[in-house]
T-cell receptor
Framework: TQLLEQSPQFLSIQEGENLTVYCNSSSVFSSLQWYRQEPGEGPVLLVTVVTGGEVKKLKRLTFQFGDARKDSSLHITAAQPGDTGLYLCAVYDRGSTLGRLYFGRGTQLTVWP | NAGVTQTPKFRVLKTGQSMTLLCAQDMNHEYMYWYRQDPGMGLRLIHYSVGEGTTAKGEVPDGYNVSRLKKQNFLLGLESAAPSQTSVYFC??????????FGPGTRLLVL
């Protein structure tokens, strides 16, 4: 069973469209991170959300942490080809003996010109 | 600062061959990690280190060994490569457990 479920797995849209991707879990987390991974590169941290209901904006990207701190969404307004990439959510799994980041499987976004 | 660098960028191995992947960071981070990324599987932790001279197993450690002889370097070894180890390998480092900076990856093909 996946700790984090990301949906959709794939998303292909035209430039200028809006989109939302989701990261869901049945567990409660103290914080959640979103990464973007461009083709041929490693993941890069976009944002960390820590408070239930928190909304953070990064230019055209809006991140929201669910009130119950079990889920999160990423909304992109007026998508551009430069937004193309794999979007990963991750949580710090304090419950494991490893105390490590646990990643979802990601949403692969393609934005066509 | 170069951040996290990985060597080599790409490698092709035959089954049974051995190799070492090198990760170097210049941010004086205590924590370092090795992940593998496979299609549809996301990032899976292989081994990690919480400081110089220490290593620990992650989620998928079988077939791999690691060493952290110097704080800035974290080596991942494959003693006898198998086709199932074909993957993209990412190294990461961080100064806190919940913050990681990733390298550009090493693409490994085992024939």
């Amino acid at each position: 069973t996946q700790l984090l479920e990301q949906s959709p797995q794939f998303l292909s849209i035209q430039e200028g469209e809006n989109l939302t991707v989701y990261c869901n879990s049945s567990s409660v987390f103290s914080s959640l991170q979103w990464y973007r991974q461009e083709p041929g590169e490693g993941p890069v941290l976009l944002v960390t959300v820590v408070t239930g209901g928190e909304v953070k904006k990064l230019k055209r990207l809006t991140f929201q942490f669910g009130d119950a701190r079990k889920d999160s969404s990423l909304h992109i307004t007026a998508a551009q080809p430069g937004d193309t990439g794999l979007y990963l959510c991750a949580v710090y799994d304090r419950g494991s003996t490893l105390g490590r980041l646990y990643f979802g499987r990601g949403t692969q976004l393609t934005v066509w010109p | 600062n170069a951040g996290v660098t990985q060597t080599p960028k790409f490698r092709v191995l035959k089954t049974g061959q051995s190799m070492t992947l090198l990760c170097a960071q210049d941010m004086n981070h205590e924590y370092m990690y090795w992940y593998r990324q496979d299609p549809g599987m996301g990032l899976r932790l292989i081994h990690y280190s919480v400081g110089e001279g220490t290593t620990a197993k992650g989620e998928v450690p079988d077939g791999y060994n690691v060493s952290r002889l110097k704080k800035q370097n974290f080596l991942l070894g494959l003693e006898s490569a198998a086709p199932s180890q074909t993957s993209v390998y990412f190294c990461a480092s961080g100064d806190r457990l919940e913050t990681q900076y990733f390298g550009p990856g090493t693409r490994l093909l085992v024939l």
